[in-house]
């Protein structure tokens, strides 16, 4: 009989719809080793919840995390929930012998990450961490330019994540902007992806030096919220507490050096994601508003016709893009998620390490954390002493 894992998704807003999307997705697109089923939904607000459920494909919904953990028809947990229910609801599951699935940042602070980890490992189930980009063709071949030598020794790590859609005052202070529940602003929801593509393309990072700033100090309180909108209530302002802008230098293990920038405040960009890295043979530059490109230059090329090429990132040779379209046939956002759960369900299905997984996250939160020290001590800061 045909494999079935049983999927329990914890949030049902914006990560939770495109998880969802993605699963729906997987059965279609891949000839994966397990079907999944979608069985049950969870979220606090009923009302939506249950609309969400239906309109989204699952079969049934919880209200209360600890219910569809206890299930004894859920094999799997995804997390998408914000930052502050990650620990406990990622060791509970592991603790009943789930399988877990957690959107990044994996924690609040590495201290947490860290206990993830350990419960996940000690309980053996699979774990596996939200950085979707890497999952992104056009980063995977990337990687393999690397990987085989075409750049050459790797000099340099440029990379920006610049968003505006904060830049009104007038825009309340959502979850996202209250370190209680999201534990950084900009820094770690953005800055989080950005450092784990340097891990994932450069190495391990050596030491960091940053510098952060709260540009609009106090937002109006929620009137109401859903995915990245919401309404204010301009009647009652709240402070904000989290930064609006991180940039942050840093030395990898391997030699080369990094500047990040990270910043909601940055106008005209909407989802704006680059990076460029320069080797002694060459550079690449990819851009996450042209997912399917990357920009690949070659000191080998011929003098006098050298220059940055754009390859576009749709053959069947690439990563995964023989599941999709003929080539040229564009893909987007959505399906990095489609490719990210679909070796999630291989790792169950195969008992297979998954990657990237939460040892991943905690080394994510680990540079998170010693920027913030760096910050606060106005200090270069080694991130192995964090």
Known sequence: MRKKINVGLVGYKFMGKAHSNAYRKIGMFFDAS??????????????????????FGWESYETDWKKLIARKDIDAIDITSPS????????????????VFCEKPLALNVSDAREMLKAANDNKVKHQ????????????LAKQL?????IGQVFHFRGDYLQDYIIDPEFPKVWRLDKTVAGSGSHGDLGAHVIDLARFLVGEFKTVNGCSKTFIKERP???????????ANMD?????DVDDATMFMAEFECGALGLFEATRFAAGHKNALTFEINGSKGSIIFELERLNELKYFSRDDEEGLQGFRTIGVTEGSHPYMTHWWPAAHIIGYEHTFVHQLYEFVECIANDKAARPDFGDGVKCSQ?????DLSIESKSWVNVSDV
């Open 34 to 55: 397990a079907d999944v089923v979608m069985k049950a939904l969870c979220g606090r607000e009923e009302e939506w919840l249950k609309e969400s459920a239906a309109k």
């Open 84 to 99: 502050n229910t990650h620990k406990d609801v990622a060791i509970e599951a592991a603790k009943a012998g789930k399988h």
């Open 129 to 140: 961490i939200g950085f979707n980009y890497r999952f992104a063709p056009a980063v995977l």
């Open 146 to 150: 690397i990987e085989t030598g075409k």
């Open 221 to 231: 309180a929620v009137e109401k919220m859903q995915g990245l909108s919401a309404e």
């Open 236 to 240: 009652n302002m709240a402070e904000v």
């Open 367 to 371: 540079v998170l954390d010693a920027v």
